[in-house]
């Protein structure tokens, strides 16, 4: 009679812990939008783990000054990269799954528009990126 008691808890205590992976796991899907916003002279905004795609995009476009592009990313990183000999000159960015290819692509299209001593100015990953 008691292994029978200590097996109900067992798989009582499985089923609860089973219940509460699986939610944790829908949280953080749901929280998997984020947004990159840059411009020049090195302004930028950025925003990660919102709902929704547009309200990660707001806020990012709120965080940036001046004339801002914004782009949104899903499960990844964005990275910006300015000039530093002339902050207000070339920039890049990128958005990929992983920081480090998003750093990389970053720094490079910095170079691509002509930048000399290009250098990261913000970084962001959402859930899982």
């Known amino acids: 009679m008691a292994s029978t008691i200590v ?4 798989a009582m205590f499985f089923f609860a812990l089973s219940v509460c992976v699986t939610g944790a796991r829908h949280i953080t899907d749901a929280h998997a939008a984020g947004a990159i916003a840059v411009g020049k002279c090195g ?9 929704a795609e547009h309200e990660a ?4 476009q709120k965080q940036c000054k ?3 592009t914004t782009v949104t990313m899903k499960r990844a990183c964005a990275a910006m990269s300015v000039d530093l000999s002339n902050p207000c000159g070339a920039y ?3 958005v990929k799954p992983k920081i480090s290819a998003s750093l990389n692509a970053a720094t490079r ?9 290009c250098v990261i100015r913000a970084w ?3 859930a899982k990126g």
């Open 57 to 60: 995009r707001a806020a990012a």
């Open 92 to 94: 890049g960015y990128a």
């Open 7 to 10: 097996a109900r808890r067992c």
């Open 109 to 117: 299209e910095c170079y691509k528009y002509g930048g000399k001593e």
């Open 124 to 126: 962001a990953c959402d």
């Open 43 to 51: 302004a930028y905004g950025q925003a990660f783990d919102y709902v």
């Open 66 to 68: 001046g004339d801002c």
